[in-house]
C-alpha cells in the first residue's frame, strides 16, 4: 500500500470515533506529521478498545520487540494508550479528541510542532462542527463550588472538588488550546488529569504529578482568570478537566464564533439576575465568556447561550446574580465508554466503531 493510502485508511478509522475528523487533506496532512508510516500502519491494527501486546503482534506480523518499541514511542506521544494489566501490556487508540490535545504536550523536537499549529488552527477556524448529526457533546461544565447555593440541590457529578478528592491520581499539564490558538495570555498549565488519565500523563512525561491541594488552588485560580471548568461528559472517570477561554477553546468558540451555541458545553445550572438587587453596572457582561448577558432595564441571562460556570456571580457586587438549575437538566452519560456509544450513535458511526473497539486481522 502506497505511503498516502495509509493515511487515507488511518483517517476513515478514525471518523467513525466521537467526534469524527475534519475534511480534506489538511488532515492526512496532520496525521502524517503526528505518525510515522510504520506507526500509522500498526494504528491500523490496534483498536479502540483495549488489546494486548500479544494479539497486536500477531496480526500485524511485526517482530515482538519492534512493535513494543513502535507502540511504547506512539504512547509517548499521546497516539495510543499504554497500560499494563496483571503484567501484561495493553494498548488502545485515541480517537480525535485526544489527538488534537496530548501530543502537543509531547516534548520531542522531531515533532514538526509549528506546521501542526498552523494546520490545527487553520481548522480552528472553521469550528468544530465538522461532523452533521454530531449532537453528544465531549464536555460539561462545572462551576466552581463556592458560587454553588448549598440549598440548591447540587448532584454529586456537578461539585469539581469531589472529582479531586476521590481522585487516586492527579497531574497537570499545558492547555493545548491556548497552546495551539494563543489568542490569550489566561495561564497555560491548566489541564488536570484525574485517576488513570492522570496516571498515564505522568508516565509518559506529558504531564506532571500533583496533590490535591495544588489541584484545587488551579481550579479557583483557573477560574479567578476567567476560565471555564470543563471534564467530559462523563458521571464517573472524567480523565480530564480543561479550563478554557473561548477565544481559543474549541467547544466555547463554535458558539462564541460560529453561534453554533447548540453545540455549547453545558453543565447543571442557569444564571438568573434578581432585578430588585441589579445596578446595571455591567461587570457581569463583561466576564461573561459566552456573550450571554444582556443589559436592558436589568441584566439578563439568556438561558440558551449560558453555560452555568458561574464566573458572573463572581464579578457581581450587589449578589444580583445567582446559579439555578437548569430545566430540563442535561443528560450526562455514565462514564467514558457511555458517552462514547452515545456519541457514535448520534453520529450515525455507532456500528462501525464497534467493529473497531476490537483488533481485526488485516487483509
Known amino acids: 500500500m502506497d505511503k498516502r493510502g495509509i493515511y487515507r485508511r488511518l483517517r476513515d478509522k478514525l471518523s467513525v470515533a466521537p467526534s469524527g475528523v475534519p475534511d480534506g487533506d489538511r488532515f492526512l496532512e496532520i496525521l502524517e506529521i ?20 500479544s494479539d497486536i503482534v500477531k496480526f500485524s506480523r511485526i517482530e515482538e520487540s519492534k512493535a513494543k518499541k513502535i507502540l511504547t514511542n506512539m504512547a509517548s506521544k499521546g497516539l495510543v494508550y499504554k497500560f499494563d494489566l496483571r503484567g501484561e501490556a495493553m494498548f488502545l487508540l485515541f480517537s480525535f479528541e485526544t489527538l488534537y490535545n496530548y501530543p502537543f504536550k509531547y516534548k520531542d523536537s522531531d515533532l514538526d510542532k ?23 457533546i465531549p464536555g460539561r461544565v462545572l462551576p466552581v463550588e463556592e458560587e454553588i447555593d448549598p440549598k440548591g440541590g447540587a448532584l454529586p457529578h456537578d461539585l469539581v472538588y469531589k472529582y479531586i478528592d476521590e481522585a487516586k491520581y492527579l497531574a497537570v499539564g499545558d492547555c493545548a488550546c491556548r497552546s495551539i490558538v494563543q489568542a490569550c495570555d489566561s495561564p497555560l498549565e491548566t489541564c488536570i488529569g484525574v485517576g488513570y488519565a492522570a496516571k498515564f500523563l505522568v508516565e509518559q512525561g506529558l504531564s506532571r504529578p500533583i496533590e490535591k491541594e495544588e489541584a484545587k488552588r488551579i481550579v479557583k485560580e483557573a477560574h479567578d482568570a476567567g476560565l471555564v471548568s470543563i471534564p467530559n461528559n462523563a458521571k464517573d472517570d472524567i480523565g480530564i478537566i480543561c479550563h478554557c477561554c473561548p477565544c481559543c477553546c474549541g467547544q466555547l468558540g463554535v458558539a462564541t464564533r460560529l453561534g453554533r451555541y447548540e453545540l455549547r458545553p453545558v453543565g447543571s445550572f442557569v444564571s ?13 457582561v463583561d466576564v461573561c465568556p459566552m456573550k450571554a448577558i444582556s443589559l436592558e432595564e436589568t441584566a439578563y441571562a439568556d438561558p440558551e447561550k449560558c453555560i452555568g460556570c458561574g464566573l458572573c456571580i463572581s464579578s457581581c457586587s450587589e449578589g444580583a446574580l445567582s446559579l439555578v438549575k437548569r430545566s430540563p437538566l442535561p443528560e450526562v452519560p455514565n462514564d467514558i465508554m457511555d458517552y462514547t456509544m452515545k456519541a457514535v450513535e448520534a453520529q450515525g458511526t455507532a456500528e462501525e466503531f464497534i467493529k473497531e473497539l476490537k483488533i481485526k486481522k488485516e487483509e
Open 114 to 136: 509549528n506546521r501542526l499549529i498552523s494546520l490545527w488552527r487553520e481548522y480552528f477556524k472553521k469550528g468544530w462542527d465538522h461532523m452533521p448529526g454530531y449532537y453528544m
Open 34 to 53: 503526528l505518525f510515522t508510516p510504520e506507526e500509522a500502519e500498526l494504528a491500523l491494527i490496534v483498536p479502540f478498545g483495549p488489546a494486548s501486546l
Open 272 to 284: 438568573v439576575v434578581d432585578k430588585d438587587l441589579c445596578i446595571v453596572c455591567g461587570s457581569c
